[in-house]
């Protein structure tokens, strides 16, 4: 899987869009981008992917570059329940057995009232 | 997420002491993984299993052991425990051929080895 850059921490004012930046500078052709974030210690929860395309759903959107080096994960109207560790990921979504999602450190986003 | 539980939630034991964690899908996924989490940091691979007959290890299995009993379970045993094993332990489910290969995590285990 190609690694990921993403800042330790950010904060994000209630009601702003949370803007989460994700460097994959090592990016295959074939890999795609996944978002999942992890609320204190519960399962993570998976957020949304995306290959080339921009991507939306009812939790956020997707943005990545056209050169796929880096993506940004954006919350529209963060809420304090939005307050976790955001994890960017890189890998092949296939039915290829090994490929598996690697979580780094992550992102801590705090929603601050 | 009810849909995949785990037993224990938590478990405090000694160091030497043989350890079963378990879990459990009612999600009908043929993908089953196991995780563990050190303090401030991601989740590291300990095994996973694409189907009952088969099982893979992960990036950290050494000192770990698993059994899939069926497609619905997936166990985790430490043989012999050790302090460097307390850790918050992640069973996933996923399924294959999906467009999105999502994996939908249980509560977790918090596991201390004294």
């Known amino acids: 899987d190609a690694k990921t850059t993403q800042p330790t921490s950010m904060d994000c004012a209630e009601g702003r869009a949370a803007n989460l930046p994700c460097n994959h500078s090592t990016i295959s052709g074939n890999e795609y981008v996944y978002w999942y974030r992890q609320i204190h210690s519960q399962g993570p929860q998976y957020i949304i992917h995306g290959l080339k395309n921009n991507e939306t759903n009812e939790m956020a959107s997707l943005i990545i570059t056209e050169d796929r080096k880096s993506s940004t994960l954006i919350l529209p109207h963060a809420t304090l329940r939005d307050t976790a560790v955001y994890y960017c990921?890189?890998?092949?979504?296939?039915?290829?057995?090994?490929?598996?999602?690697?979580f780094g450190p992550g992102t801590r986003l705090s929603v601050l009232p | 997420d009810a849909d995949v539980t785990q037993t224990p939630r938590n478990r405090i034991t000694k160091t030497g002491k043989r350890i079963m964690l378990e879990c459990s899908q009612t999600?009908?996924?043929?993908?089953m993984y196991w995780y563990r989490q050190d303090p401030g940091l991601g989740l590291q691979l300990i095994y996973y299993s694409f189907d009952v007959k088969d099982i893979n290890k992960g990036e950290i299995s050494d000192g770990y052991s698993v059994s899939r009993q069926a497609q619905a379970k997936f166990s985790l045993s430490l043989e012999s425990a050790i302090p460097n094993q307390t850790a918050l332990y992640f069973c996933a489910t996923s399924q294959t051929g999906t467009g999105s290969d999502e994996q939908f995590f249980g509560p977790g285990t918090r596991l201390t080895v004294l």
């Open positions: 990921i890189v890998r092949v979504a296939s039915v290829n057995y090994g490929q598996n999602f690697v």
């Open positions: 999600k009908g996924h043929d993908r």
